[in-house]
């Protein structure tokens, strides 16, 4: 049997050609056709106007603002005008002179109509109802930020998801290239007599493992496509690839304590729970109102018409305007110890939105440590497999050598391949693991906006 360390004149060219073949598949890992392809930011524009849970967070916030304003009636006047009409049936028996009884029937239509209006002048659970309307805009406005926040990192996630798959479906195919070139390579040595067997059914072995492979990684790049048009609203969208060579930007500010200072002022979580704390402190304060007084300013203006005339005065046709102006004062004396509960209740319920404000800061700082540190191991992780692909290149290119000149064998090559494309994906993916970091570090401190989507399309290739 013709020993595997034997090569023809052939077989230097054949593997001179597999690893220039390896390294063009690689450089076209990095790119990607930018025809018809949108950026994030675009995309963000085109969910904001399809997008489900942000429209409901949107028809609530407006939703709120009306309610508000319903809280300001009780501070200004109210005017109603009355009206109505009615029937007496009237019957009288009189005796005239010469005692002779005769009855008299009276069917009296009686008109009515008025107009009352009334102004609160002292009604201080009305003024405070108006404040927590007011306070509630402002939670609603919380709630806003926080969804269009989280619209932005649900694309921005799908976003990478679709390049990550694609990236990696790009790993397989070129592998699986290169796998095709080293068979035929093998296949060639073994009708020469300068290899065994075994290197080709160790080639074929890995080919049809990385035709498994692509195959998964097909169907994984239609999911998150799938996933991402879920999210924008219409489907074929091709996500701009990062632009090459990738320079991730740094952290600014770069100090933990910061980052946490400004989630446990801004984040909308906490600002949520720091304004129903100072709702709940108004309803206390509602509640207190309820042993005081009212004051209204009430006034009408009304007239009655009875044209056959009233049972004082029968067939008589009357008419009466009247018109009024006053002050009524209302003042509580005994409500049956409701009034108390009602301010204990309230004090109870100040007390929990105080705890729901300190779990809220203590969570969103938590988060925010998390998001900080989760960056920064992402951006020593980006550098430390940048390292392992430029080692991963060499020992390849070791391997190939060592395979001419017989020191190595067929499956190391197809190893260091196999290591080379996988650190490759790898570095590719933390890459998009450290932007999507650094935005949903954003997120966590509650700081999260458009300019921040504008700033990774900078990176994208245009």
Same mark, same amino acid.
């Given at each position: 049997m013709p020993s595997p360390q034997r090569f023809s004149p052939r077989a230097p060219f054949a593997l001179h050609k597999l690893c220039l073949s390896t390294a063009a598949l690689l450089g076209a890992l990095a790119? %990607?056709?930018? +025809? %018809?392809?949108?950026?994030?930011?675009?995309?963000?524009?085109?969910?904001r106007g399809y997008d489900?849970?942000?429209?409901?967070? &949107?028809?609530?916030?407006? +939703?709120?603002?009306?309610?508000?304003?319903?809280? *300001?009636?009780?501070l200004l006047p109210s005017v109603a005008a009355q009206a109505g009409v009615s029937?007496?049936?009237?019957?009288?028996?009189?005796?005239?002179?010469?005692?002779?009884? *005769?009855?008299?029937?009276?069917?009296?239509?009686?008109?009515?109509?008025?107009?009352?209006?009334?102004?609160?002048?002292?009604?201080?659970?009305?003024?405070?109802?108006?404040?927590?309307?007011? *306070?509630?805009?402002?939670?609603?406005?919380?709630q806003m930020d926080a969804a269009d926040q989280d619209l932005l990192i649900r694309v921005s996630q799908a976003y990478f998801d679709v390049l990550a798959a694609q990236d990696t479906l790009n #790993? #397989?195919?070129?592998?699986?290239?290169?796998?095709?070139?080293?068979?035929?390579?093998? &296949?060639? %040595?073994?009708?020469l007599g300068n290899a065994t067997i075994t290197d080709s059914r160790e080639a074929q072995a890995r080919h049809d493992l990385a035709s498994a492979q692509e195959i998964a990684a097909t169907n994984d790049l239609q999911v998150k496509k799938l996933a991402l048009d879920q999210i924008v609203g219409h489907a074929?969208?091709?996500?701009?690839?990062?632009a090459q060579p990738v320079n991730l930007p740094a952290v600014e500010p770069a100090d933990l304590n910061q980052w946490v200072d400004t989630a446990e002022s801004t984040q909308p979580a906490v600002r949520q729970a720091q304004i129903a704390l100072d709702v709940a402190r108004l309803e206390t304060k509602k509640a207190e109102t309820g042993h005081l007084p009212t004051v209204d300013l009430q006034a009408s203006y009304g007239m009655q018409r009875n044209p056959n005339g009233m049972t004082?005065?029968?067939? #008589?046709?009357?008419?009466?305007?009247?018109?009024?102006?006053?002050? +009524?004062?209302?003042v509580p004396l005994?409500?049956?110890?409701?009034?108390?509960?009602?301010? &204990?209740?309230?004090?109870?319920?100040?007390?929990?939105?105080? +705890?729901?404000?300190? %779990?809220?800061?203590?969570t969103v700082a938590q988060a925010s440590r998390a998001a900080y540190l989760g960056v920064q191991s992402g951006m020593g992780q980006v550098k430390a497999l940048e390292a392992a692909v430029t080692s991963s290149k060499s020992a390849l290119d070791a391997n190939l050598l060592g395979y001419q000149v017989g020191v190595r064998v067929n499956i190391d090559i197809l190893n260091a391949q196999s290591q080379l494309y996988q650190t490759q994906r790898d570095l590719a993916k933390a890459r998009y693991d450290v932007l999507m970091g650094q935005l949903k570090l954003r997120q966590a401190a509650g700081i999260l906006g458009e300019e921040d989507i504008a700033k990774v399309d900078g990176l994208l290739a245009k």
């Amino acid at each position: 049997m013709p020993s595997p360390q034997r090569f023809s004149p052939r077989a230097p060219f054949a593997l001179h050609k597999l690893c220039l073949s390896t390294a063009a598949l690689l450089g076209a890992l990095a790119f %990607n056709t930018t +025809a %018809n392809a949108q950026s994030l930011l675009e995309l963000v524009e085109q969910a904001r106007g399809y997008d489900a849970p942000w429209q409901s967070a &949107k028809a609530q916030y407006d +939703a709120t603002v009306s309610r508000a304003e319903q809280a *300001r009636a009780g501070l200004l006047p109210s005017v109603a005008a009355q009206a109505g009409v009615s029937t007496a049936h009237t019957q009288y028996r009189v005796k005239t002179s010469t005692q002779t009884a *005769r009855d008299f029937d009276l069917h009296g239509p009686s008109q009515q109509a008025a107009i009352v209006a009334s102004q609160p002048l002292f009604r201080p659970a009305n003024r405070i109802t108006f404040e927590q309307g007011k *306070r509630g805009v402002e939670i609603a406005q919380a709630q806003m930020d926080a969804a269009d926040q989280d619209l932005l990192i649900r694309v921005s996630q799908a976003y990478f998801d679709v390049l990550a798959a694609q990236d990696t479906l790009n #790993v #397989v195919q070129a592998q699986k290239k290169a796998i095709s070139e080293q068979l035929a390579a093998a &296949k060639s %040595n073994f009708e020469l007599g300068n290899a065994t067997i075994t290197d080709s059914r160790e080639a074929q072995a890995r080919h049809d493992l990385a035709s498994a492979q692509e195959i998964a990684a097909t169907n994984d790049l239609q999911v998150k496509k799938l996933a991402l048009d879920q999210i924008v609203g219409h489907a074929g969208i091709s996500p701009l690839p990062l632009a090459q060579p990738v320079n991730l930007p740094a952290v600014e500010p770069a100090d933990l304590n910061q980052w946490v200072d400004t989630a446990e002022s801004t984040q909308p979580a906490v600002r949520q729970a720091q304004i129903a704390l100072d709702v709940a402190r108004l309803e206390t304060k509602k509640a207190e109102t309820g042993h005081l007084p009212t004051v209204d300013l009430q006034a009408s203006y009304g007239m009655q018409r009875n044209p056959n005339g009233m049972t004082s005065q029968p067939f #008589v046709h009357s008419r009466a305007t009247s018109a009024s102006v006053g002050v +009524a004062l209302n003042v509580p004396l005994f409500a049956g110890f409701a009034v108390q509960n009602r301010v &204990k209740e309230t004090l109870s319920l100040e007390d929990k939105a105080q +705890a729901d404000l300190d %779990n809220a800061r203590r969570t969103v700082a938590q988060a925010s440590r998390a998001a900080y540190l989760g960056v920064q191991s992402g951006m020593g992780q980006v550098k430390a497999l940048e390292a392992a692909v430029t080692s991963s290149k060499s020992a390849l290119d070791a391997n190939l050598l060592g395979y001419q000149v017989g020191v190595r064998v067929n499956i190391d090559i197809l190893n260091a391949q196999s290591q080379l494309y996988q650190t490759q994906r790898d570095l590719a993916k933390a890459r998009y693991d450290v932007l999507m970091g650094q935005l949903k570090l954003r997120q966590a401190a509650g700081i999260l906006g458009e300019e921040d989507i504008a700033k990774v399309d900078g990176l994208l290739a245009k």
